[in-house]
């Protein structure tokens, strides 16, 4: 099978665990967590795996799990 028949694929799973006054700063805070964690996809900064999730000041709220994969156009 040559490389042209397979299709890229990407696994993203995120796990985030907040505790804070009310609501919204809880949305705040996963937005913002989710901000950061789309600009290192973009930059293609993260490997297949699970990684930490941080907040702004570097405490981790959670895991992401990132699997870059490929499959047969066929399936």
């Known amino acids: 099978m040559e490389d042209d028949d397979i299709v890229p694929c990407l696994k993203?799973?995120?796990?985030?665990?907040?505790?804070?006054?009310?609501?919204?700063?809880?949305?705040?805070?996963?937005?913002?967590?989710?901000?950061?964690?789309?600009d290192s996809l973009?930059?293609?900064?993260?490997?297949?795996?699970?990684?930490d999730l941080k907040d702004s000041v570097g405490k981790t709220i959670g895991t992401v799990y990132v699997d870059y994969y490929g499959h047969d156009e066929a399936i």
Do not use: F, I
């Open 12 to 38: 993203c799973d995120v796990e985030m665990d907040l505790q804070g006054p009310n609501d919204a700063t809880l949305n705040k805070w996963a937005a913002d967590a989710l901000r950061r964690l789309a």
């Open 42 to 51: 973009e930059k293609n900064e993260l490997e297949s795996g699970h990684h």
